[in-house]
């Protein structure tokens, strides 16, 4: 039920957005996590494949790559890259985070690639109506942070939900 991601796509996940609230108001089904303390964020679900534990001493670095992609692990007989969302994002990440030992990986393919967006908690699947996404003001949050988004919802708590663009995750690691 996952798609594969097209990272030579000239068109943005906002850009997909906007294109799916013209067509319809159809509700979509979102993963919601958290990045570090406070960001409380969300992942379009048809884009995953799966969630899972991650030991970080499990993690195989690997040299001269990009300084978000922690490196690889086993995951089902294949070597899966681990990418640091909060590290990438500008925040310090588990690179700079010694005390944590494992962490929850979101797995998604890029072409025959498998990557798991290392993350502090899965959260419950959402749904929201794409009419209702917001676009990431200038103020809102760091320019590093607003390259990832791809807008934001507003939930029952009156809470943001912002939406990452996983087109602009998969360009900056590349």
Same mark, same amino acid.
């Given at each position: 039920?996952?798609?594969?991601?097209?990272?030579?796509?000239?068109?943005?996940?906002?850009?997909q957005?906007?294109?799916?609230?013209?067509?319809?108001?159809?509700?979509?089904?979102?993963? &919601?996590?958290?990045?570090g303390?406070?960001?409380?964020?969300?992942?379009? /679900? #048809? +884009?995953?494949?799966? =969630? *899972?534990?991650?030991?970080?001493?499990?993690?195989?670095?690997?040299?001269?790559?990009h300084?978000?992609?922690?490196?690889?692990i086993?995951?089902?007989?294949?070597?899966t890259?681990?990418?640091?969302?909060?590290?990438?994002?500008?925040?310090?990440?588990?690179?700079?985070?010694?005390?944590?030992?494992?962490?929850? &990986?979101?797995?998604?393919?890029?072409?025959?690639?498998?990557?798991?967006? /290392? #993350? +502090?908690?899965?959260? =419950? *699947?959402?749904?929201?109506?794409?009419?209702?996404?917001?676009?990431?003001?200038?103020?809102?949050?760091?320019?590093?942070?607003r390259?990832?988004?791809?807008?934001?919802?507003?939930?029952?708590?009156?809470?943001?939900?912002?939406?990452?663009?996983?087109?602009?995750?998969i360009?900056?690691?590349?």
């Open positions: 039920m996952s798609k594969i991601i097209d990272r030579a796509s000239p068109s943005s996940s906002s850009q957005l906007l294109a799916r609230q013209s067509e319809s108001d159809a509700q979509e089904r979102f993963l &919601g996590f958290t990045i303390d406070d960001l409380n964020a969300l992942i379009p /679900l #048809i +884009d995953l494949q799966a =969630t *899972i534990k991650i030991l970080l001493s499990e993690i195989l670095p690997v040299p001269q790559m300084e978000s992609l922690l490196g690889i086993n995951y089902g007989g294949k070597a890259w681990v990418l640091d969302l909060a590290h990438l994002m500008g925040g310090n990440g588990y690179l700079k985070t010694p005390e944590l030992t494992t962490g929850m &990986g979101m797995l998604f393919q890029i072409h025959n690639e498998t990557v798991a967006m /290392l #993350i +502090d908690r899965v959260g =419950t *699947i959402e749904t929201y109506n794409f009419q209702q996404c917001l676009p990431i003001g200038e103020t809102m949050f760091t320019e590093q942070m390259l990832f988004l791809a807008g934001y919802f507003i939930d029952e708590k009156q809470q943001s939900r912002v939406v990452i663009d996983l087109q602009q995750v360009r900056a690691i590349i």
